[in-house]
């Protein structure tokens, strides 16, 4: 992945095939403003937040107006925060209905299905699209940008979802030091971002190489591994520094 501009008179990458979906739950788009909405993801995906202008997006959406971006948003940041809730709306809808059936079957203790409702509802848009996916490297770029806060743009609109997560996943940290509970949820949360979004770049390079990518072997071991990574027992070594040298 890179943020080079270099590629941006590449067609292939100034181009967007629009997708079917045309609501994010409680948020819908369509026409025009769509357009502008998907190839702003693709771009961002590929050359990062900070690398992309408004006139290249508007390019990339195959609009000459160049007031059609002031008239649709009004500004950047409204574009961005419309792109994020538009898809999280409708994760955190599918995050909600997996934590719904993961309490009503017994299973608020199941580490493995509580990360499921963290992983499954980004993996499902890939899996479904019959075209190339973007918005987990979007996502991604957003995560490592120092101007978007994803959390305050969701912020009692669409995160839900991530509060009762977080909340379950908090209650399987009872034997981990509670100075290190939350840096373990921020760390899972940086690595199912990273992860999903190479598992979605090597679906869309392996499908156009060879026309074939075992995408379900690919999540359930990214799910067993972070699994597995956040109830990991305190080391002798982390315990010795929380001991001796607690302001580290």
Do not use: C
Not at 65 to 88: C, D, K, P, Q
Request: without cysteine; charged residues 25%.
């Amino acid at each position: 992945m890179t943020n080079s501009m270099t590629h941006m008179n590449d067609p292939e990458m100034m181009t967007v095939d629009y997708p079917d979906v045309t609501d994010g739950e409680s948020l819908a788009l369509a026409g025009t403003k769509l357009r502008i909405v998907t190839a702003a993801e693709r771009l961002f995906a590929f050359h990062g937040i900070d690398g992309v202008t408004l006139q290249q997006i508007l390019k990339g959406a195959g609009q000459r107006n160049s007031s059609a971006m002031h008239y649709h948003f009004g500004s950047r940041e409204a574009l961005i925060e419309t792109l994020l809730l538009w898809r999280v709306t409708k994760i955190n809808t599918h995050r909600n209905q997996m934590i719904d059936a993961l309490l009503a079957a017994g299973r608020g203790n199941d580490i493995r299905g509580i990360v499921e409702t963290a992983v499954i509802p980004f993996i499902r848009p890939i899996e479904e699209s019959a075209q190339p996916s973007f918005y987990n490297r979007f996502l991604l770029e957003v995560h490592r940008s120092p101007t978007v806060s994803f959390d305050a743009i969701i912020a009692g609109k669409a995160d839900s979802g991530i509060r009762r997560m977080n909340e379950l996943l908090l209650k399987q940290l009872n034997d981990i030091p509670a100075e290190l509970r939350m840096a373990r949820i921020a760390t899972l949360r940086s690595m199912l971002i990273f992860a999903v979004a190479d598992i979605e770049a090597v679906r869309s390079r392996k499908l156009k190489e060879t026309g074939a990518f075992n995408f379900d072997r690919a999540v359930e071991n990214l799910i067993d591994m972070a699994s597995a990574a956040f109830i990991a027992p305190v080391s002798a070594e982390t315990a010795e520094r929380l001991t001796n040298h607690p302001q580290d």
